[in-house]
């Protein structure tokens, strides 16, 4: 069987537990059909980027599915009919990540941005010395402010 990922968006009018009986649908969707998910994680509500269908908001959930294509097919033909999916995406991948995804690490887990590598140091003086200006510059900036 071939492993996917699989990542849907559902309408920001239903609630978290509609979210997680909608992808539970889903993922029993792939397992009639002779898959398993290995992994499903809920995000939660995140703002979307632009609107899509008129919503601005929209509930994430991320599945890792060990299925036939077929399945895979059937689940994916079942998201597009079904009105509370705005969009879904499935990638074939070869290797499932059994840890935690980006979206559920917390901020610490994912390290510290460190040191700036290369680009030296970042100071106001590291341009050196300004050249000294020109005297009619001066003078037409004073006879201004007087």
Known sequence: MALYECVLIARQDISAAQAEQLSEQ?????????????????????TLTYKIKKNRKGHYTLFNIDAP????????????????????MTVRVDALDANPSAMMQSRNERGE??????RGPRRFD???????????????????TA
Do not use: C, H
């Open 69 to 88: 294509a077929a399945a895979v097919a059937e689940m994916e033909r079942n998201m597009s009919i079904s009105e509370d999916v705005l969009r879904f």
């Open 113 to 118: 941005r460190g040191e700036r590598g290369d």
């Open 126 to 144: 590291d341009r050196g010395p300004r050249p000294p200006r020109r005297q009619e510059n001066v003078a037409a900036a004073e006879g201004e």
């Open 26 to 46: 889903f993922a029993q969707i792939i397992r009639d059909n002779g898959g398993t998910i290995a992994k499903s994680e809920y995000w939660g509500l995140k």
